[in-house]
């Protein structure tokens, strides 16, 4: 399960912000996960709670957003939305398309005290 090292990396990042911030506690962290991010948000949830214990963001909830995928095909130079990361382009159907949103994984936003 790799949502445990990526709640790894989130708390060192917060601590971090909270050594440069000052401050104490953090109530709640957005996280963007992209559909192509291969992160499972249960798992995520899970594993926030669990990394997170003795942390600044101890008990912090979780928001998760999203934004949808998408590619752009260097064939046809046309951007489409994806749900796949190997989908074909679905105009020209040759592809290759180069992703351009969607394996994004990342904090967008901290509520902190
Ligand atoms: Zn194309």
């Known amino acids: 399960m790799h949502e445990m090292s990526l709640c790894e990396n989130i708390r060192e990042i917060i601590e971090e912000q909270a050594k440069l ?20 948000p249960d798992a995520l ?10 942390s600044v963001a101890q008990g912090a909830s979780v928001e998760i957003t999203s934004s949808p995928a998408k590619a752009h095909c260097l064939a046809c130079q046309t951007t489409v939305q994806i749900q796949q990361r190997y989908d074909p382009c679905p ?23």
Request: glycine letters at 14%; hydrophobic letters at 45%; aromatic letters at 10%.
């Open 45 to 54: 949830r899970f594993g926030f709670d669990v990394v997170m214990r003795g």
């Open 91 to 113: 105009t020209c159907g040759v592809g290759p398309m180069e992703i351009i949103q969607g394996d994004a994984f990342k904090i967008s936003k901290l509520e902190v005290v």
């Open 21 to 40: 911030d000052g401050f104490s506690h953090v109530n709640r962290v957005w996280l963007e996960v992209g559909p192509l991010s291969c992160v499972e």
